[in-house]
Every structure is written in structure tokens, then in C-alpha cells.
């Protein structure tokens, strides 16, 4: 069989775009298909999604929560019913007007989110104090319409999520929740995906709609813009009010309940992608890989038996990291060393009839290629070593990168030289929309990315007019 070039042929520090297009479909990542921002995940990519709902699902039903699912369709007038919520999410709702050639009574919308659809059933199961906290979680898709350029993982009209949807007695206790599971998201982007997160509060112009208040979690890339990792928003009594979640509490006194909704997205792949991968192609951090190894033979006709023999002992001693053994015949060693390097995987073994005779096999790292030979007795040993080490090094390499990436401003024109220098910026802040508007239009399209927690008042003035700041934030050109 004759080898086909498989590898990447853009540099990433130079068309990241075209490079980001050919690393998820040359790793077997995404299919595209006839519907535009629609993709089909392919195994190795559903595998790191499971992974995330696997570790986030366990985190949050040891916190209490419950999941459970609502349908895809939400009626016009629920959708309606909360008229920030509604004003901000019309140009992304898909509707089905038709059932066959019969025209809708009411149309309906596609899921943007569930807030109305599952609030208007909390209105009926909250009575009594008693009943609450309700707290509920749901792992689903959406399709959101609005965009003109949609990029698999990171910009896409239908996704994967989770949508946690919960109601509390008092706004103390909401409060908490929000920042619980802020927390949880982090870990995730952090723990697992190796994403360095940057928390904190979202501006009055950024926050959701609807919400009294949005925190969230922010990186910043390697293509010079910053991407938002999850968000966890504290909807007051905006939708309680708007759907009367009401309960009776202990006085026998009516009362409204404080809700909260949180939800982290499939998103967060494609976050992990641009971070990590280089011009060989994915760079996949060891805690989400499918396949933590691939066994590769060195073959000759006279020593394959032995070869191939002692690979599979070692397919089978590593059975937990589900190793792949490429003994395929009709490509070289090189086109496979090439083909996994391209898909990802972490650690590549390589054995050939002389380290069969010395009982040994050589380990070469995907983040680094840096290679080691390790004695074949100890090699579950030093491949669980070096699994670990690769997981940190991708963090601390990503975080010194965000960290070099920062810059102080003190004015819209730095801003905007930072933002052209594919930098993100620091500043002092009064936080109000319409600053924040200008600052878009005099900073190349930069908005803030979020205001971060426990920091001190800048007593000065705001960098962009002469209002006082309140606090920090940061900047950027965002995804």
C-alpha cells in the first residue's frame, strides 16, 4: 500500500485558522457535514467529552444536584416570558414551524437553553419551603443560529452541554452555589484538559441575559485571543418572578426563590486544542486521552515473531491505558511514528529486535519527543511517571505562557497596541456598558473578559475615561 502524506502543512504561529482545520480533522477529531456549524464527533473526541461529564457529573451529584431531562422544543410564549432573557437570545433561536405541510398553532423554539421550559415545571414542584433547595442538571444539546463563521468545538451552532438549573430559599445560599461550581469548572479545564483558568465576575454588558450577575472562567490562546471556559450565572428573582417559583416559608409567608444556572460546553475540546497542539498536529494531555500509548513494532522479517510477541506482553501488563499495538505491515515505522504523533497520543513505545534481546523498550514523549529507554520489567512504572510529568508539563508551559501574555495598560491606545501585538491587557476599570463600548470601538473589537476576585480598589482613575475605577479587569479580543 502506498503511504499518503498525512501531516499538517500550516504553521500554527502563521495561519492558525487553516492549522486548527487540519488538526482536528487529520486526528480523527470531527466530521464536518451539508449542515453548516453542524459536526459529527468522531470516537477520539466523544471519548474526551465523556471523560469531562464522567469527572464534572461525579463532582456535582456528591454536591446534591440530581439530573434529569426536558425537551428539545420550548413553546414561543415560555420562551417569551422573561424579556431580557428572550430579547438577548432571539437572533440565535431556530424554529420548527411545520409539522409535515401543516403550519404550527405556536411556534417552536429549538433549545437555546432551558431556562423557560424548565422553570415553567419548577412552578409547579416548588410549594413550601420544604421543597427546596431543587437542584437539577441536564446533559443535552442546543443549537444557537446568530454567527456567520462557525469553528468546530470553539463556535459551533448545535453543542453539547450540561445546563444545571437549581432554586434556593435565600440569595446567601445561591451565592454560594455560584462560586461552587465555578470552582468544579475550573478543575476541569485545569485537571483535565491542562488549561490554565483565570475566575472571576463577568461585566453588566457581558453577563448573561437575565442574570443579576455571571462569573466565569477565561483563558487566553496562542492565536492572541482570549476564549471563555464556563460561566455560572446567579439569576436573582428575574425568572422566579417572571415564572412564579414561589413557596411559602416557615412564617407561612410567601417568598420568591433565588435561582442559579451554570453550564460548561463541548467547547472546552476545542479550548484544550489551540492550547496544546502543535505543527505535528493534537497534543492531547494524558487525563483525557482515549489511548494513553501506542506500541509500535520495529519489524524484519527474520526477528518479527519475537518482536511482535513481546509488544503484545506489553499490550497486556498496560491493559488500563488502553495501548494501541500498530503491527501493520504495509506502512513504516516512520509513516506510524508521523500518524500517532499527529492523532496525539501521549507516549509512543518503540520496540525493535535488539531491545527484545536486551530487555528493554524506548519511550519517546508526544509534548516534548524527548525519548527514554526503560528496562521492559519496569515499564508500567515509568510510563505512569512520565504520564503524570507530560500533564504538568503541558499546565505550567500554558500558564507561563497566559502569564507572559499579560499586559498592564493604563489607556485605550495601549489596549489597543496590545490587543495588535496579540496580548491581553490589564487595566483599571469603572465597568460601565457604555465605557465598555467605546472601548470596543477604539481597541481593534477588544472587550473584557472577566473582573477577577479578591483584589483590592485601584483608587485611580479608569483607564479608558475619567470615571473612578472600581476594580480591575481584563481584555481582549475574545472567540
Not at 459529527?40 to 473526541?45: Q, T
Not at 464534572?56 to 416570558?81: C, M, Q
Not at 509534548?367 to 504520564?387: P, S
Request: charged content about 30%; hydrophobic content about 35%; glycine content about 4%.
Amino acid at each position: 500500500m502506498k503511504e499518503k502524506q498525512i501531516g499538517i502543512t500550516v504553521k500554527k504561529e502563521e495561519d492558525s485558522s487553516e492549522w486548527y482545520t487540519q488538526v482536528i480533522q487529520r486526528a480523527d477529531l470531527i466530521e464536518y457535514t451539508k449542515v453548516s456549524g453542524c459536526y459529527v464527533l468522531k470516537p477520539r473526541a466523544y471519548a474526551i467529552w465523556e471523560t469531562i461529564q464522567k469527572y464534572f457529573d461525579a463532582k456535582i451529584k456528591k454536591s446534591g444536584v440530581s439530573n434529569v431531562y426536558f425537551p428539545l422544543l420550548i413553546p414561543e410564549s415560555l420562551l417569551n416570558k422573561e424579556s431580557q432573557h428572550i430579547e438577548g437570545f432571539a437572533p440565535e433561536v431556530a424554529w420548527v414551524t411545520h409539522a409535515g405541510d401543516s403550519k404550527l398553532e405556536e411556534r417552536l423554539a429549538i433549545r437555546p437553553t432551558s431556562e423557560t421550559i424548565m422553570y415553567d415545571s419548577y412552578s409547579k414542584w416548588v410549594r413550601s419551603h420544604k421543597d427546596l433547595p431543587l437542584r437539577l442538571n441536564q446533559w443535552c444539546n442546543v443549537i444557537r443560529w446568530e454567527f456567520k463563521n462557525p469553528i468546530p468545538f470553539l463556535r459551533s451552532r448545535e453543542f453539547l452541554w450540561q445546563e444545571g438549573h437549581t432554586a434556593f430559599a435565600t440569595k446567601k445560599e445561591a451565592d454560594k452555589e455560584a462560586r461552587e461550581i465555578l470552582k468544579y469548572y475550573k478543575q476541569v479545564l485545569e485537571e483535565l484538559l491542562a488549561v490554565p483558568m483565570i475566575d472571576g465576575m463577568k461585566s453588566e454588558k457581558e453577563k448573561f441575559a437575565g442574570a443579576e450577575y455571571t462569573l466565569s472562567i477565561e483563558t487566553f490562546l496562542p492565536t492572541g485571543k482570549a476564549i471563555q471556559g464556563a460561566t455560572s450565572h446567579c439569576l436573582g428573582q428575574n425568572f422566579s418572578k417572571a415564572f412564579n417559583i414561589s413557596f411559602l416559608d416557615e412564617e407561612n409567608k410567601k417568598q420568591y426563590v433565588w435561582q442559579n444556572s451554570w453550564g460548561l460546553t463541548t467547547r472546552t475540546i476545542g479550548v484544550m486544542i489551540m492550547m496544546h497542539s502543535d505543527n505535528k498536529g493534537l497534543v492531547l494531555p494524558p487525563n483525557v486521552a482515549m489511548n494513553k500509548a501506542v506500541i509500535i513494532p520495529i519489524i524484519f522479517e527474520d526477528t518479527k515473531d519475537k518482536v511482535l510477541k513481546a509488544c503484545k506482553e506489553i499490550k497486556k501488563e498496560l491493559s488500563k491505558l488502553k495501548p494501541i499495538l500498530d503491527d501493520r505491515e504495509d506502512y513504516s515505522a516512520g509513516w506510524k511514528f508521523n500518524e500517532w504523533e499527529l492523532k496525539g497520543i501521549p507516549i509512543r513505545i518503540e520496540i525493535g529486535p535488539k531491545d527484545v534481546e536486551n530487555k528493554e523498550a524506548v519511550l519517546v514523549r508526544r509534548d516534548t519527543n524527548a525519548k527514554t529507554k526503560v528496562k521492559i520489567k519496569d515499564i508500567q512504572k515509568e510510563i505512569d511517571l512520565i504520564l503524570k510529568e507530560i500533564q504538568k508539563n503541558l499546565f505550567d508551559k500554558a500558564k507561563k505562557f497566559i502569564e507572559d501574555s499579560i499586559v498592564n495598560v493604563n489607556s485605550v491606545s495601549e489596549l489597543n497596541k496590545t490587543v495588535k501585538d496579540k496580548k491581553m491587557g490589564y487595566a483599571a476599570w469603572c465597568g460601565l456598558k457604555e465605557c465598555e463600548e467605546n472601548i470596543k470601538d477604539k481597541a481593534d473589537g477588544a472587550k473584557s473578559l472577566n473582573i477577577p476576585f479578591n483584589q483590592k480598589n485601584p483608587n485611580k482613575k479608569c483607564f479608558a475615561c475619567e470615571n473612578k475605577a472600581k476594580y480591575y479587569a481584563y481584555f481582549a479580543k475574545s472567540y
